[in-house]
């Protein structure tokens, strides 16, 4: 096997770590306090220090325009990161959100304005992994769809509820039927509430295409029937109504930015997401149809 050969040289190698963003800032955020590092120009560090009110975050947009900044990095801390971080969006800076396990636990670094400047310097290496973010218009519909979801969970609690007060007045409808949120169901709930207690007049409530026979239908309504549980059922059922009316118009607005959505990527032609709403009402009608045919043969 031929040895190779070795050429000897000297090479020259710079120290230090190569700059990928000249002008940068390290922003510390708090919820009272915000620390902004950016480079002196004379191989210092310029440290302006702000309370977080909405006054103050404008001032330090404003700062970071004036001294030439273009990207601003700083740590996900909760929620306090997102004002400023939708300002400086909006105003041409990019906002680089970091991962705060990246840059914690560093020897020496006992202050907000130090924190403020090793964030300015791991920035200006490119030594920071940038966390994704969405754009705006996403960011307003996973709002909406997040308020949706924490409604439908307070909305499933009272119907737990009023499960449970029922069976308290050892009122078993809710296991007769198949949906206690069903018209039958909830014809039942607000009668009773409206102070029927009659199993015969509260069984004429129930829908014809009710499975259960009508004599065990009215063993289920023979309850007993107890004051505070009336008005905790009560209660329960106004939350449940509440919750739901609140669900409903957050659904038209996670519809009117959906619309948005498509009307920006569409420029303003949504003629096609109409004629698509169109037939699906056409093919939800012809299921509905069908169902209503099966059961009656």
């Not at 050969?5 to 306090?33: C, E, M, Q, R, Y």
């Not at 560093?106 to 400047?117: A, L, P, Y």
Request: with cysteine.
């Amino acid at each position: 096997m031929k040895k190779e050969t070795v050429k000897k040289s000297v090479v020259k190698i710079g120290t230090g770590l190569p700059v990928f963003n000249p002008h940068a800032a390290g922003i510390d955020i708090g919820d009272t306090l915000y620390c902004v590092a950016i480079n002196d120009g004379k191989g210092g560090h310029e440290v302006k220090t702000t309370s977080a009110f909405t006054c103050d975050l404008h001032e330090i947009v404003d700062y970071l325009k004036s001294n030439g900044v273009t990207t601003a990095a700083m740590e996900s801390t909760g929620v306090y990161f997102l004002p400023l971080f939708i300002l400086l969006e909006e105003e041409g800076i990019e906002p680089y959100l970091v991962n705060a396990k990246h840059v914690k636990n560093v020897t020496g670094r006992k202050k907000d304005d130090t924190d403020s400047i090793w964030l300015q310097k791991l920035h200006t290496c490119g030594l920071l992994q940038k966390r994704f973010q969405p754009d705006n218009e996403i960011r307003v519909l996973r709002n909406y769809t997040r308020q949706r979801g924490k409604l439908i969970l307070l909305s499933s609690d009272s119907v737990r509820r009023m499960q449970k007060l029922l069976e308290l007045m050892n009122i078993k409808i809710h296991t007769v039927i198949s949906d206690l949120l069903g018209k039958t169901g909830m014809a039942m709930v607000k009668a009773i509430l409206a102070g029927e207690r009659d199993p015969q007049i509260l069984s004429t409530l129930c829908d014809p295409r009710i499975k259960a026979s009508k004599e065990e239908v009215i063993k289920s309504l023979q309850g007993i029937w107890n004051e505070e549980h009336l008005f905790m059922l009560e209660q329960a059922l106004e939350n449940y109504e509440f919750h739901q009316n609140q669900i409903k118009r957050c659904e038209e607005k996670i519809k009117q930015q959906l619309l948005k959505q498509v009307a920006i990527i569409k420029e303003g032609d949504i003629t096609c997401l109409e004629e698509t709403q169109k037939k699906s009402r056409k093919q939800n009608q012809k299921r509905i149809n069908l169902i209503f045919q099966f059961r009656h043969t």
